[in-house]
């Protein structure tokens, strides 16, 4: 009863910190987002440029991207009850699936949007930017670049399928302002095109992107298996104990941003049931102590054959 009391706090503890760093990350991007999005605006339109102002709302955009980054996290982070002894970790996933298809209808509007300048080729009656919205760009490039890395960071140490969604969303608004800085530089130069042109790049990156963070967050919707390198890491930590002989049986399961295991193994079958209980604790405390993103493991032992 004392080590499942002390394994809880410290899954507690870890929670916490889950959500703490999620909050904070975000709260931090948000209000960037905001200050360069009243930027981008303001320049676009004393610069005459419909690009960076296009720009100005997609980063806008991100805004509601880490309000549901900040609501998926909160539900994710919430004690198991009675109605969800598993506790809530995929509310998270909804949290990642709702952003990567905020990034695949975002990266489709840039895509369509691209597509009819180039069918069109009416380039005769646009305005020629100032170099106000050029240097607009660059700011937002580089902005955005480093909210990317820094969202990145934290969503890896806390492994975040929603926070990692919103670092990509961050990448896709930089990526859409070097499309920006590309269309203002091209107009500046007389060849407003190479606009439409990037666009329709950073469409296709956009898309791979959506999907990617999409396939991820299904896996660990769906019951997906753990990667093979931690089953084998899994299974010769296990097989390290003297006294297992052998694992009958291996399996697990990605509950949100958790692991849950389900290990069978053999030991002596002369041993009595406490000596064959007292096994079976050593194994599930060395897994959840070696892998920390193990929030439960079941062991279930076997008489050697």
Not at 87 to 94: I, N, P, Q
Not at 182 to 192: D, E, K, S
Not at 246 to 255: A, C, E, V, W
Not at 256 to 280: M, R
Request: aromatic share 8%; glycine share 4%.
């Amino acid at each position: 009863m004392k080590n499942n009391r002390i394994m809880k706090e410290k899954s507690m503890v870890k929670e916490d910190d889950f959500s703490k760093v999620a909050n904070k990350v975000s709260i931090i991007t948000m209000v960037q987002n905001v200050v360069l999005s009243v930027f981008k605006l303001l320049a676009g339109i004393f610069a005459n440029s419909n690009a960076m102002i296009c720009d100005a709302i997609h980063s806008a955009s991100d805004v509601f991207s880490t309000i549901v980054v900040i609501i998926g996290v909160k539900l994710a982070s919430k004690e198991s009850d009675k109605e969800h002894p598993y506790g809530h970790e995929r509310l998270e996933c909804v949290a990642a699936i709702l952003l990567a298809m905020v990034l695949f209808i975002t990266g489709l509007e840039i895509g369509v949007q691209a597509f009819k300048d180039i069918i069109k080729g009416n380039y005769g009656n646009l305005e020629t930017p100032g170099k106000l919205a050029l240097v607009a760009a660059i700011v937002s490039i580089i902005t955005k670049e480093v909210m990317y890395w820094y969202t990145r960071y934290h969503a890896k140490k806390i492994d975040s399928s929603a926070l990692m969604a919103d670092a990509w969303h961050h990448r896709s608004d930089a990526l859409s302002s070097i499309g920006a800085f590309i269309g203002i530089g091209g107009a500046m130069l007389g060849a407003p095109v190479m606009d439409a042109i990037a666009s329709l790049v950073i469409f296709a990156f956009i898309i791979k992107v959506a999907f990617d963070i999409f396939k991820d967050a299904m896996d660990k919707m769906v019951d997906h298996s753990c990667d093979e390198d931690t089953e084998k890491e899994m299974y010769h930590n296990i097989m390290n104990h003297e006294q297992v002989m052998d694992i009958d049986l291996l399996q697990t399961r990605i509950f949100g941003n958790k692991i849950y295991v389900d290990v069978e193994i053999q030991v002596n079958g002369s041993y009595t049931l406490q000596e064959a209980h007292k096994i079976a604790e050593e194994v599930h405390e060395n897994i959840e102590h070696n892998f920390p993103k193990v929030k439960h493991i079941m062991v279930h032992v076997n008489p050697a054959k």
